[in-house]
């Protein structure tokens, strides 16, 4: 039997303010198998980071469950990788040493945490780097280095809130051919926020379209489109064709 990964049911938040109180999200259903790499995108305010840190456990849901591997645990925190859209990498620690605090929190001796760091680092474009600081570092650079940290954590099912926004157009494209050799690679499950159309059906095995305040999901769109990807792909029309149906999907004139 094939397990999701992370299963949403009937998920509902919402926040209380002073004077009133804020639906984000409202009875979001869905499941990530092993494996997969599923796009978020909606409209800003549609709830898509406040359903990463329900499912990292940073908030809890007000109504619903969230399962992780088929079981709802007591305790979400540190079941899941999270990147969040910044890098929040240390100033004051060289790049080795940043990418090493997952490791630390778990108390695993630092010779065999440098040691497996060191072997990764290649893969992520950061080998000669190791002894860098943050600030000696491209956009690019900085954004593959808080991958690796987040990755290090050794967590089957890897959370990614639009870590390439911040990015130029060029050094964007270059970082999604980038994760997705990462990903297939070393066959980790991965959900991913995007606001951009083009990235989502390009990096997608299935978008999730959520709906403007609270979120609600408009549709899910299976992608079609041979891997490994390629950019050419782009100008291909059946690449199109589900770029405009998302555009559809989100009310942009397509």
Request: charged fraction near 25%; charge should be neutral; aromatic fraction near 8%.
């Amino acid at each position: 039997m094939n397990i999701p990964r992370i299963e949403f049911k009937q998920i509902s938040k919402t926040f209380s303010g002073t004077d009133h109180t804020v639906p984000a999200l409202d009875d979001i259903s869905f499941k990530v198998m092993p494996g997969e790499f599923v796009t978020l995108i909606g409209p800003s305010g549609s709830g898509k980071s406040t359903l990463f840190n329900l499912c990292v456990g940073l908030l809890e849901p007000g109504k619903g469950e969230i399962l992780i591997d088929g079981e709802k645990p007591k305790k979400r925190p540190g079941l899941v990788g999270y990147m969040p859209q910044r890098d929040l990498l240390l100033p004051w620690r060289k790049v080795l040493d940043n990418v090493l605090i997952p490791l630390e929190v778990q108390g695993l001796p630092q010779k065999e945490s440098r040691q497996r760091a060191l072997e990764i680092l290649p893969y992520f474009g950061l080998e000669g780097f190791e002894n860098e600081y943050p600030s000696a570092l491209s956009g690019g650079m900085r954004q593959r280095a808080a991958l690796l940290r987040t990755w290090l954590m050794g967590r089957s099912t890897l959370l990614l809130d639009e870590p390439f926004g911040a990015l130029d157009a060029l050094t964007r494209k270059e970082l999604q051919n980038w994760l997705l050799k990462v990903w297939q690679e070393f066959e980790r499950t991965v959900m991913f926020i995007t606001h951009d159309v083009e990235e989502a059906v390009y990096l997608a095995d299935r978008v999730i379209v959520l709906s403007a305040r609270p979120g609600r999901i408009k549709t899910e769109l299976k992608i079609n489109l041979p891997r490994p990807r390629r950019q050419s792909m782009i100008a291909d029309p059946a690449f199109g064709k589900l770029e405009k149906e998302l555009l559809q999907e989100l009310g942009v004139d397509a």
